[in-house]
């Protein structure tokens, strides 16, 4: 079935797929997975490995909260669909470890608002491009579903590690720069599994 990728400029969630509220939502209707007809995919692994994301450090605090407070809950609902769903042990893993991961980067991101000074308070929300990439995981068919997850959590999580990564370079806030360096590992790991996966999704 043919896919419409449509590519974001900031980065999409930290661990805690990969964007969020704030300023992320300048950049919404990008990254999406939608479904729009039955006749086949409209990109590959190679062409996806071209399309590396831009590299993206929210401006404050408070949009690195809101990208990784909304990244957070698309991951974690993404895997929870993808083990509902995907007939595949190595998907159920991988959707697995998110969850416990993200569950963990969510209560350490509570902890570090609240060590932020002012306190800065986020509600987490998925911005219209994860709703958007939710509502193709839900359209998907068994056949195309485990593809159009692992695609989407490729995407999510290599701009995830950019912000990360850059927030924990720059960031002002020290309690979340030090949340941004504590999920760059668990990001990578489930970058590169998903990866790893989709190298192996048959076609």
Do not use: W
């Not at 590519?7 to 509220?21: K, P, R």
């Not at 039955?38 to 590959?44: D, E, F, K, L």
């Not at 993404?78 to 969510?106: C, F, P, Q, W, Y």
């Not at 491009?129 to 068994?142: G, K, P, T």
């Amino acid at each position: 079935m043919t896919i419409r990728i449509l590519m974001a400029s900031a980065a999409v969630l930290t661990l805690g797929a990969c964007d969020g509220g704030g300023g992320a939502n300048e950049n919404i209707a990008t990254d999406t997975i939608a479904i729009d007809d039955g006749n086949n995919m409209a990109m590959n692994d190679m062409a996806m490995n071209d399309m590396a994301p831009a590299a993206g450090v929210p401006a404050s605090g408070q949009d690195y909260a809101a990208m990784a407070a909304a990244s957070d809950l698309y991951e974690i609902e993404g895997a929870r669909l993808a083990m509902e769903k995907s007939e595949n042990a190595d998907i159920d893993a991988l959707a697995e470890m998110i969850v416990t991961d993200h569950e963990k980067s969510t209560t350490d991101l509570k902890t570090a608002l609240g060590q932020a000074q002012p306190p800065i308070t986020v509600t987490p929300e998925m911005n219209a491009e994860q709703q958007a990439n939710m509502e193709a995981l839900r359209a998907a068919d068994a056949a195309m579903f485990d593809r159009t997850y692992l695609q989407q959590q490729v995407m999510a999580h290599q701009r995830a590690l950019d912000m990360a990564r850059g927030y924990a370079q720059s960031g002002e806030v020290p309690a979340l720069q030090q949340h941004a360096t504590s999920v760059v590992g668990p990001i990578q790991r489930h970058l590169d599994r998903a990866r790893q996966l989709l190298e192996q999704a048959p076609q």
